[in-house]
């Protein structure tokens, strides 16, 4: 089954799934349609690397596709779900938002509609991201090959509940961002020692990758961090630091705030 898709957003997660898209499943894609806000300098750059179809106002598109993804801000949701109500007839609508629940989307949307949401990472970029996905209540087998035609097409991914997502959304979702701020304070206190910037990142991420390769081997985490702190030695004065400082409670705070703010509660 060859399916046509319209993407409303053409921001970074839009073209991270229409590259994967186009660079491992085109077989299986009839035509990609992008629109956007106001932007139209993006859907011209989209147009002429992917060979995707602009689309300034998508009313007598809908009809063409099988499926909408929903790749705007969260916060622009209710709006475009309140236009698409008049215009949808039988295609299925997945969101990559945060916090925008299937069952959010279906207050909003004939009933009947078929409806799901991936929470994927930007490591999609690179068809690594790890998404979480899940369905609405009308979903049929077809619905199921058309998701996992857009998880694979941008890494690996976990079938999930709704709740499960809301909680893993930090997790799988913006932990990204915790790690590159990991990173990015590393390669600045490498500078301190008079290490140009590009030395200072060279070796900050060299350590990065030798560390993922070593978590892709068979020790736990814990196993590889005892590994490396002899106790009484260097390394392990470094951890008494972090751990004084209250490292571990911090990043479970800030797991908690994410999660928080994705489902709009603070
Ligand atoms: N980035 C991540 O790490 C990540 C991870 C998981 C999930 N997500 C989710 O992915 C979604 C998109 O994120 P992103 O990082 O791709 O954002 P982005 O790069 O800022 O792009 C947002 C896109 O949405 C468009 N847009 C905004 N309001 C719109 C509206 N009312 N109608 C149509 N298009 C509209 C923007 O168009 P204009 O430029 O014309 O305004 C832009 O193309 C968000 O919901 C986010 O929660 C992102």
Redesign the pocket.
């Known amino acids: 089954m060859k399916n046509s898709i319209l993407f ?9 799934i229409i590259a994967g898209l186009i660079t491992s499943s085109h077989e299986q894609i009839n035509s990609i349609y992008v ?6 300098e ?1 859907l011209q750059e989209l147009a002429t690397k992917y060979q995707v179809q602009p689309i300034d106002n998508y009313d007598d598109i809908i009809e063409k596709v099988d499926m909408i993804v ?5 916060s ?2 209710e ?2 779900l309140n236009k698409l109500k008049h215009l949808i007839t039988s295609q299925f609508v997945v ?6 629940s299937p069952s959010f989307i279906e207050r909003y949307l004939p009933g009947g509609t078929a409806v799901g949401w ?5 490591a ?1 970029m690179v068809k690594h991201s790890i998404s979480l996905y899940t369905y609405g209540s009308s979903v049929s087998e077809k619905h199921h090959m058309q998701m996992e035609l857009l998880v694979n097409s941008i890494g690996t991914s976990l079938y999930c509940s709704e709740e499960e997502i809301h909680n893993l ?1 930090a997790i799988t ?2 932990a ?2 915790f790690l590159y701020l990991f990173v990015e304070s590393l390669i600045e206190q490498t500078e301190q020692y008079n290490v140009s910037r590009e030395t200072a990142e060279k070796l900050v991420k060299e350590m990065v990758f030798g560390s993922v390769e070593m978590l892709k081997g068979n020790y736990s985490p814990k196993e590889l961090r005892e590994q490396v702190t002899t106790p009484g030695g260097a390394t392990a004065e470094g951890i008494k630091i972090l751990r004084t400082g209250n490292f571990v409670e911090l990043l479970q705070e800030a797991v908690i705030a994410t999660n928080k703010k ?1 489902k709009g509660e603070n």
Do not use: D, F, W, Y
């Open positions: 409303i957003g053409a921001g970074r997660m839009a073209e991270a629109s956007n806000q106001k932007n139209t993006r929903l790749a705007m801000p969260p622009e949701h709006g475009v969101t990559v938002a945060a916090g925008i991936i929470m994927p990472n930007t999609a959304t979702g913006s990204p961002a994705a």
